[in-house]
């Protein structure tokens, strides 16, 4: 199982980035998926996440600006962050986990199986 994050790059305050998790060796349909992040110094945290059945959720921190979406047919996971701001520039990684369950909603990194290398997003002026 490989997951592969890309997308990433320099962008300005207000900016957008798409990012995209493609996998490979798994059914991403039957895998619940999550983003997270991590800035210098400080620990992971939870950006988004999709369930099976296509449930999304989102810290309060990425709430009306990060989307995730799902194409399954491509075994890909899409992060839509708009309205970038500083303090989003982190490595950007995504995760799965297979999902018995389909409202099943991992925000736990220990929850996750298989993580991605990660992509560097950069918020600056």
């Known amino acids: 199982v490989q997951l592969q994050a890309s997308g990433g790059g320099l962008v300005q305050p207000g900016g957008s980035l798409k990012l995209s998790c493609t996998a490979s060796?798994?059914?991403?349909?039957?895998?619940?998926v999550g983003w997270y992040r991590q800035a210098p110094g400080k620990e992971r945290e939870f950006v988004a996440l999709t369930t099976r059945g296509g449930i999304t959720n989102y810290p309060y921190s990425a709430k009306g600006r990060f989307t995730i979406t799902s194409d399954n047919a491509k075994s890909t996971v899409y992060l839509q962050m708009n309205s970038l701001k500083p303090e989003d520039t982190a490595v950007y990684y995504c995760?799965?986990?297979?999902?018995?369950?389909?409202?099943?909603?991992?925000?736990?990194?220990?929850?996750?199986?298989?993580w991605g290398r990660g992509t560097q997003v950069t918020v600056s002026s």
């Open positions: 995760a799965a986990v297979q999902s018995v369950v389909i409202g099943y909603a991992p925000r736990e990194t220990g929850e996750y199986d298989y």
């Open positions: 060796g798994i059914s991403s349909s039957n895998y619940a």
